[in-house]
């Protein structure tokens, strides 16, 4: 059996656990209330009606993908450790670094289909209140997959090794963290003392740059969004995901679990 | 009583009371705080947490709450509703509306209206292409501030937009001749004359020419009137006294029409002193060619100069001079 196949069972059998959590429903219940009740705060003001409702609509996507993420990613490790079943699993032939990227692989496609969910909840509100969809939408709702996908990674990440309170703190901080990075890049060259700026750079480069992935304003006003970018999104994505997940796995390696 | 009348009963007293309590708590929301709760636009930036879309669209309601809940926006309701936009702006600088919206209520003082043209800038510099940021801007320097060379520079870009309106070139012409530079309104006009595209536009631009023709010959009647009273020492009883009897000062009246109208259609129009103002009008036009203010608005502009430019030159010193420049014409006695 290939590492790709033990993968593959693991990410399945995550999708199979992660579609029974009420969790999730709660958040892509209220994902969707958020984007339907864009109409009403619309509503509320007579010009760029469009605008507010596509923003409503793409900021729930954005905030509700990261809470599913986040809140189900953390407790990923700890559960199968609570109900031990994670000694059967490594029992197996299994090393415990494809376990880890078995479960981020399954939440990640978990995500992406809530993602797919609320994206479909998005166009039908969009349709429904007459306002102008464009490809722009679609590339921004694919680059929230993106950033998920970052999240998911850095949940699992924290899942590995700490309690899920502690990973939920801590994801919560660098999903925050990692929309203000460039905020504080910039402050950091601002200063005057030389070793602050170059801290302020090397931590730009740790931490997560996540506006990078957000794109909803080019979408909303109908901004071009060069594919350049877009795949050059993809490729940090990527890259970050997977030193995240080495990061994880070495740790999770040296994990005792009694 | 049953346990359960008993639980419901408490139930409704428990609502009771929290309604009871909710009404007598001050119901005020952010936008009625004032101004000194807006934040500044890096905390309101650093705080969206990537949702900068969405935290302008919360300044954005807040801001229509502040407009549409007072009768009349006051200069403190202004202050807040222009601190309110510059947040959504620089939050969201792709919105389109806000811009104008701000432009639109911060006419209370210099200041807010200098305000309002900083946040018209920035929605120029996203929308280079809308010609109406630009007409505000323009309005804005030439209503509130009598800057008129820079409201011409605004309206001259803003009429070469698409969908601008046909009277845009004629205001902007207007504006140039305000500080008595009738020659660059002119050759400006005469310009727009010789690119225009249609017949209709065409006769407009015309029309404007006949104006400025007529002004300058208004203008040259005052310069005579001048001499004239230097000269003798006395005010003149009617505009034929230039041109009349040993003390005049020119040859003969110029036309009150356009010299170029065909015979057909002179209207048989005179020169008349306007009782108001003291200043010569043709009947053919009824007015002057300059920017018309109300009696209102030119005492809020006289008002706002003084306050605003203690060592700056005064404006009808810079006119005067620049009459004293132009040409007499001919010279009579």
């Known amino acids: 059996m290939s590492s790709i196949r033990r993968i593959h069972a693991l990410a399945v059998n995550t999708v199979r656990e992660a579609i029974r959590n009420k969790l999730l429903y709660a958040l892509l219940g209220f994902g969707i209330l958020m984007i339907a009740s864009g109409v009403l705060l619309a509503s509320l003001s007579y010009v760029e009606v469009d605008e507010i409702l596509q923003d409503v609509g793409l900021g729930a996507i954005r905030f509700f993908g990261s809470g599913i993420a986040i809140f189900v990613g953390i407790g990923l490790i700890h559960n199968e450790v609570d109900r031990r079943t994670i000694f059967t699993i490594l029992s197996k032939p299994v090393s415990r670094a494809e376990f880890l990227v078995g479960k981020w692989a399954g939440l990640t496609i978990t995500v992406w289909l809530q993602l797919l969910l609320m994206g479909v909840a998005f166009v039908v509100v969009s349709m429904g209140a007459e306002a102008t969809l464009r490809p722009e939408h679609a590339l921004a709702i694919a680059m929230i997959g993106l950033e998920l996908m970052v999240l998911v990674a850095i949940a699992t990440f924290f899942s590995a090794f700490t309690t899920p309170m502690l990973a939920g703190l801590f994801s919560v901080g660098l999903w925050l963290i990692g929309h203000l990075s460039r905020d504080f890049y910039a402050l950091g060259q601002q200063a005057e003392d030389e070793s602050v700026s170059r801290a302020a750079s090397a931590l730009f480069r740790v931490m997560p740059d996540l506006e990078v992935f957000n794109k909803t304003l080019e979408a909303v006003h109908g901004l071009p969004i060069p594919l350049a970018e877009v795949g050059m999104a993809g490729m940090y994505a990527l890259g970050y995901t997977v030193s995240t997940l080495m990061l994880g796995a070495m740790i999770f390696a040296r994990r005792d679990f009694k | ?333």
């Not at chain 2, 509130?144 to 046909?166: K, N, T, V």
């Not at chain 2, 249609?198 to 104006?211: G, K, N």
């Not at chain 2, 005049?248 to 103002?277: F, H, N, Q």
């Open chain 2, 1 to 333: 009583m049953s346990s359960r009348a008993l639980r419901l009963l408490a139930l409704s007293i428990a609502i009771g009371c929290t309604g009871w309590a909710h009404a007598r708590v001050p119901h005020t929301t952010r936008a009625d705080r004032g101004v000194d709760f807006v934040p500044s636009p890096r905390a309101a930036q650093a705080a969206a947490f990537g949702f900068d879309a969405l935290v302008a669209d919360y300044h954005w309601l807040q801001a229509i709450q502040v407009a549409g809940g007072q009768e009349m926006v006051d200069e403190t309701a202004a202050i807040q509703l222009g601190k309110l936009v510059d947040v959504v702006t620089t939050l969201n600088p792709h919105v389109d509306h806000p811009y104008r919206f701000a432009a639109l209520w911060l006419t209370h003082s210099p200041e807010l209206v200098r305000e309002g043209n900083r946040l018209l800038e920035r929605g120029i510099a996203v929308h280079p292409e809308d010609w109406r940021n630009r007409f505000y801007l323009g309005f804005n320097h030439f209503f509130y501030l009598g800057e008129y060379d820079e409201a011409a520079q605004a309206l001259e870009i803003a009429m070469q937009r698409p969908g601008s309106p046909a009277y845009l070139p004629r205001l902007v012409a207007r504006l140039k001749s305000h500080r008595r530079n009738l020659d660059v309104a002119e050759t400006f006009l005469r310009e727009m004359l010789a690119g225009a595209s249609d017949e209709d536009a065409a006769a407009h631009i015309q029309s404007s020419l006949d104006e400025i023709e007529i002004e300058r010959k208004a203008r040259l009647l005052d310069k005579a009137r001048r001499v004239y009273r230097r000269r003798t020492g006395r005010e003149i009883g009617d505009v034929a006294e230039l041109a009349r009897g040993e003390d005049r000062v020119l040859e003969k009246i110029p036309s009150p029409e356009p010299d170029a109208i065909p015979a057909s259609l002179r209207r048989g129009s005179v020169w008349r002193i306007d009782p108001e103002t003291k200043r010569f009008v043709s009947s053919y036009l009824g007015s002057r060619y300059e920017v018309h203010y109300s009696s209102w608005d030119r005492a809020r502009l006289e008002r706002w100069r003084t306050a605003d430019a203690v060592d700056a030159p005064d404006d009808e010193t810079v006119l005067e001079d620049r009459v004293e420049d132009e040409e007499v014409g001919p010279r009579g006695g």
